[in-house]
């Protein structure tokens, strides 16, 4: 199964519960999201769902300047996010959970 | 790996993202790319970092991790794409619909017409862009436009010059000064004004290179002004200093000086040419082959056609010509009353180009105005005003006043 296209639905709330443990910059969260185990993240759409997720109101951002290099962009999570984030988290529970059961082999249901 | 090569190649890879984002708004550019350099150079230098789909692994990539000589000639599009695709999936991600025509979330026709440039100059950017790819990353390439780079602060310094010009032309029209004052300060206003934005290009142009994009707009356009305003304002300060400096660059001023034409020589009465005169003496007759002189001894001559031209004459159908009179000399008096001549018709050429009359033909006086004119009454000193024996004209008897007056010889 092509899992970039299921990473699609649920980057969103990937990227925002990575930022709800700690505050991160692009390829800070891409790392994070990698080492979770979503090998396969682009780092543009990572890149692309922080500031789609700041423009909706869900993240703040605030830049750090770099002595050796360019600045840094980080992003923390807000009141909005955090209930945007459960809100998804309930979303995914309750879908995961039907898929899970209409994935479940015939006879094999516990 | 040498940092600053990386984070050369980085800023070249962002850029070229944002050329890929051209169609939209600068600020959300800024928004969408704020911070890219960072995490593409920090990307590169995570050696264990996953590889995303369609990313080639860094390690796999020679330059990047292999071969740190070689890491001046490294290309990023094999560790992230292709610019245009990372730019896609970028704006994809952040929610933005791809770069379609007429899709841009514009309102209002004159936006929409900006948005078109701003597509139709991304385009151009993005092509001028992959046709230079191979050149620009030639090490050749580099040398040229590391060299080109140091002269960007000539470039700043012209530009305020230009900018300076401008101002004061535009100031110039408003109010009076002095044409020169446009190219070259004349007096501490004048300095401290070109100070003032030569100082000003050339921090724009400054933090320009340290920020990056956002000034760039602004700038581009002064660029642009600049560019066209500068041979104008050259070639004209230089004919301007011409005038001024060079004393061997004479200046020729074509100006109407209107002329008075010389009067015309002749003698008038009531503003009409005379063709001849008649003299009579005191008795009121006619007198023949007077010579008439004025007060400074000049002949008084009625005609100077030489006898060629042709005079109509009061009361006569066929216009006449004149001939002048021999002197003891042998010069022909034109100032010998009243002239001689006959009809036009009358008169030929010979072969020397003379006037000469025609066969049968002889000359003759004109038909006088009257045979007699009014006697005087001579003889009686102060009757007509002057002194006696005063005036040498009246002394004679002859009716023409203010001209001396010699009877003839017949």
Redesign the interface.
């Known amino acids: 199964m092509d899992t970039?296209q299921l990473l699609k639905g649920v980057?969103d709330v990937a990227v925002l519960a990575v930022v709800a443990d700690e505050d991160g910059?692009?390829?800070?969260v891409?790392?994070r999201l990698?080492a979770a185990g979503l090998?396969?993240?682009?780092?543009?759409?990572?890149?692309?769902?922080l500031?789609?997720l700041y423009?909706s109101g869900a993240l703040t951002t605030y830049?750090v300047p770099?002595d050796?290099?360019?600045?840094?962009?980080y992003y923390g999570i807000n009141a909005e996010g955090r209930a945007m984030l459960e809100a998804q988290r309930k979303d995914w529970h309750s879908f995961s959970t039907t898929l899970t059961t209409l994935l479940e082999p015939e006879g094999d249901l516990r | 790996m040498n940092a600053t090569v990386l984070l050369d190649h980085v800023t070249a890879y962002a850029a070229a993202v944002r050329s890929h984002l051209g169609d939209l708004p600068p600020e959300q550019v800024d928004d969408l790319t704020d911070g890219l350099e960072a995490d593409l150079a920090e990307a590169l230098e995570d050696p264990l970092g996953p590889v995303a789909t369609g990313e080639v692994p860094p390690r796999t990539v020679a330059g990047v991790t292999g071969h740190p000589q070689a890491a001046s000639l490294m290309d990023l599009t094999l560790r992230f794409g292709p610019a245009a695709e990372y730019a896609r999936e970028l704006r994809t991600a952040a929610g933005i619909p791809p770069a379609v025509p007429g899709a841009a979330p514009v309102v209002g026709r004159a936006a929409r017409v900006v948005a078109r440039g701003g597509r139709l100059v991304g385009a151009v950017r993005r092509a001028a862009r992959r046709a230079t790819e191979p050149l620009r990353s030639s090490p050749f390439w580099q040398a040229v436009a590391g060299f080109v780079s140091t002269l960007r602060p000539v470039w700043w310094m012209v530009r305020g010059w230009v900018v300076f010009t401008l101002l004061l032309g535009g100031l110039m029209m408003a109010s009076v000064s002095s044409a020169t004052q446009r190219f070259v300060p004349e007096d501490v206003l004048g300095w401290v004004l070109l100070v003032v934005v030569v100082l000003g290009s050339v921090q724009a142009g400054r933090s320009a290179v340290r920020d990056g994009e956002w000034v760039r707009p602004a700038l581009a356009f002064f660029n642009i002004i600049a560019l066209v305003a500068l041979p104008l304002a050259l070639s004209q300060s230089r004919t301007m200093l011409e005038q001024r400096l060079g004393s061997s660059y004479p200046v020729y001023v074509e100006t109407q000086v209107p002329v008075q034409m010389p009067p015309e020589d002749g003698v008038r009465v009531d503003g009409q040419l005379v063709s001849n005169l008649f003299v009579y003496d005191a008795q009121g007759n006619p007198l023949e082959d007077v010579q008439i002189f004025d007060d400074r001894g000049r002949q008084v001559r009625t005609t100077y056609d030489e006898g060629w031209s042709q005079w109509f004459l009061p009361g006569v159908d066929e216009p006449w010509s004149f001939a002048g009179v021999q002197d003891a000399d042998g010069r022909t008096r034109w100032n010998v009353y009243p002239m001689t001549g006959a009809p036009f018709s009358q008169w030929d050429q010979d072969g020397d180009g003379k006037r000469v009359l025609t066969a049968g033909s002889a000359l003759r006086t004109p038909p006088r105005p009257f045979p007699q004119a009014p006697a005087l009454v001579t003889g009686t000193a102060g009757t007509a005003g002057g002194g006696e024996g005063s005036d040498a004209g009246r002394t004679t008897g002859g009716t023409v006043t203010n001209a001396a007056l010699t009877t003839g010889d017949g």
């Open positions: 970039t980057l910059y692009g390829y800070d891409v790392r990698r090998e396969e993240v682009g780092e543009a759409s990572v890149y692309g769902t500031r789609r423009s830049v770099s050796e290099g360019p600045h840094r962009k």
